[in-house]
């Protein structure tokens, strides 16, 4: 016999404009048969945890121009990725307790098809919540966007925007293993720290505390060793590579900065998301005097390439070569007030929000 339960999810209440609010998601209980249809290929999952993701704001948005196939629609369901177990498949790629990743609903249960789901989880070693961020799309996004656009070489200089967070925190620590100088910005002092004492760069600094960034990035402090003051250095010689997650001001700060044939992955542009009117940016002729390749990209165009990743980044997990650092959020209850705080610098590092643990 067919079980109904309770299904509770996150609905976009209308298109948003400027920031968003708590108030612009509701929580519903709605209800769902807990049965495959007849001779249905789809899969059902029970979703275990979400991705909190700044892309999601985007979503959001009133349609304009080419439409996004992912957009959100008033009175809908949200969507981003996450992690589930399959209750059951038609599916012959998926049995009942499979562990996968993909693209799901902020719902308790979801009725998918196979398409959606993009990976099975193979390691279960490492914590379940990992597959939203370091070994989901975050970390394919930081490997892809550092090492496949980056091109990194060994004592290049390079700069992070956004560091602290659910990509920038990865691509510090590649760009370490790389043998790079490796500086990042974040928005408090809490996280410039972890910058520095739990991800290893070689410095950070609070953005909000500069009122000159072309003037921070360009820093240097002579070592005293009468003192035996540290020496500050940051970027006198430029940026070989910026790591591009927040876009506005700081882009045009790093283009005054960049070294010829620089490279800029354009991963994010987190500060022009909210903006009614985006900022312009000045400086980018900067990318033809300096020969900068700047490449924007997206986390799927790396998927082809996850076992490979997996190859590397595993190791270094179990040896505690790469931590990563999660901001955890319980029940769907909780989900607007993390999905919004990630617009206020609220989260310290990767925001998962945890629908259930098994």
């Not at 589930?84 to 609903?105: A, I, M, N, R, T």
């Not at 394919?140 to 390079?158: H, R």
């Not at 882009?251 to 960049?258: E, G």
């Not at 190859?311 to 319980?330: Q, S």
Request: proline residues 6%; aromatic residues 12%; glycine residues 10%.
């Amino acid at each position: 016999m067919a079980q109904h339960v309770r299904n509770k999810q996150v609905i976009l209440r209308d298109y948003v404009s400027g920031f968003p609010k708590e108030s612009d998601m509701i929580i519903v209980d709605n209800t769902i048969t807990l049965k495959l249809p007849e001779g249905s290929n789809d899969v059902l999952l029970k979703n275990l945890y979400l991705s909190c993701d700044p892309y999601m704001r985007n979503l959001m948005n009133k349609p304009q121009g080419i439409p996004n196939p992912l957009s959100y629609s008033p009175q809908s369901v949200i969507a981003g990725f996450g992690v589930s177990k399959v209750l059951q498949s038609g599916h012959p790629d998926y049995k009942e307790g499979d562990l996968v990743w993909g693209f799901c609903k902020w719902e308790e249960y979801s009725l998918v098809p196979s398409s959606q789901i993009l990976f099975k989880v193979e390691h279960t070693d490492v914590p379940l919540s990992y597959y939203t961020g370091i070994l989901g799309m975050p970390g394919i996004t930081a490997y892809g966007g550092f090492f496949e656009l980056g091109s990194p070489k060994k004592g290049e200089n390079v700069f992070v925007s956004a560091a602290s967070g659910a990509v920038g925190q990865l691509v510090g620590q590649f760009a370490k293993l790389t043998g790079c100088y490796v500086v990042g910005s974040a928005g408090s002092k809490d996280k410039v720290d972890l910058l520095k004492n739990k991800f290893g760069f070689d410095e950070g600094f609070n953005y909000k505390e500069e009122p000159d960034l072309n003037a921070a990035l360009k820093r240097f402090i002579l070592l005293e060793t009468n003192v035996w003051q540290l020496q500050i250095r940051y970027f006198p010689e430029g940026i070989d590579i910026y790591f591009e997650n927040v876009g506005g001001k700081t882009l045009d700060a790093v283009l005054l900065n960049m070294r010829v044939h620089g490279r800029i992955p354009a991963c994010g542009m987190i500060s022009q998301y909210n903006l009614t009117q985006p900022e312009g940016v000045t400086n980018l002729a900067h990318l033809v005097y300096k020969r900068i390749r700047m490449e924007g990209f997206n986390s799927a165009d790396f998927f082809p390439i996850y076992p490979k990743f997996l190859e590397f980044v595993l190791p270094h997990i179990r040896e505690g070569k790469i931590v990563y650092v999660e901001d955890i959020a319980e029940g769907l209850e909780n989900g607007p007030a993390a999905l919004v705080g990630l617009f206020s610098g609220r989260n310290v590092g990767k925001q998962v929000l945890v629908v259930a643990r098994e």
